[in-house]
């Protein structure tokens, strides 16, 4: 961790809330608004959040399942949407959702309009512009705040108890 954050303090609530008291917590709340308003399907909205997270290879986020009312995307899920090009267990939204989370992640100058008019043709057929521009902001929380935990070494030292092993202070 890149980040010296005092004895006892959690290293994401020290970081996202102390160290920048007029922008962290204002980057916590469109995190949680993220998910607390999304209208997405859990398994879309899933797809998407996990394939942002192997982009951004973060531990924490990889690690973490969304839960809505108890529900939550069954144990290897994750490795369905690593291969969401391929998998069986995907639904064609759920595919389109991890597709462009990869594209926005990894080649957002591909996504330009008329670059691959294709790709858009078949994401505006399967999902309405609320529900894109919904999936877009959701993905921009995701990839510039499980970024940052990467980026800072907050992701390791801050691991889910599913992976304490990976745990380093």
Same mark, same amino acid.
């Given at each position: 961790?890149?980040?010296? *954050?005092?004895?006892?303090?959690?290293?994401?609530? &020290?970081?996202? !809330?102390?160290?920048?008291?007029?922008?962290?917590?204002?980057?916590?709340?469109?995190?949680?608004?993220? &998910?607390?308003?999304?209208?997405? @399907?859990?398994?879309?909205?899933?797809?998407?959040?996990?394939?942002?997270?192997?982009? $951004?290879?973060?531990?924490?986020?990889?690690?973490?399942?969304?839960?809505?009312? !108890?529900?939550?995307?069954?144990?290897?899920?994750?490795?369905?949407?690593?291969?969401?090009?391929?998998?069986?267990?995907?639904?064609?939204?759920?595919?389109?959702?991890?597709? &462009?989370?990869?594209? &926005?992640?990894?080649?957002?100058? !591909?996504?330009?309009?008329?670059?691959?008019?294709?790709?858009?043709?078949?994401?505006?057929?399967?999902?309405?512009?609320? @529900?894109?521009?919904?999936?877009?902001?959701?993905?921009?929380?995701?990839?510039?705040?499980?970024?940052? $935990?990467? *980026?800072?070494?907050?992701? *390791?030292?801050? *691991?889910?108890?599913?992976?304490?092993?990976?745990?380093?202070?």
């Amino acid at each position: 961790m890149l980040i010296d *954050v005092p004895d006892g303090k959690d290293p994401i609530t &020290y970081v996202w !809330g102390e160290m920048v008291p007029h922008i962290g917590p204002a980057a916590a709340r469109f995190s949680g608004a993220v &998910y607390e308003h999304t209208t997405l @399907e859990l398994r879309e909205f899933e797809a998407a959040r996990l394939r942002i997270a192997q982009s $951004n290879g973060c531990v924490l986020c990889q690690d973490w399942r969304t839960e809505r009312d !108890g529900a939550h995307v069954e144990d290897g899920f994750d490795e369905e949407v690593r291969a969401w090009r391929t998998s069986p267990v995907l639904t064609d939204r759920e595919r389109l959702a991890a597709e &462009y989370a990869e594209r &926005y992640a990894e080649d957002h100058h !591909g996504l330009e309009p008329g670059v691959d008019a294709a790709f858009w043709d078949r994401m505006f057929a399967a999902y309405s512009q609320r @529900e894109v521009v919904e999936l877009t902001m959701c993905l921009g929380s995701w990839l510039a705040f499980g970024r940052l $935990n990467r *980026v800072l070494g907050l992701d *390791v030292a801050c *691991v889910l108890p599913s992976h304490p092993q990976r745990a380093v202070r």
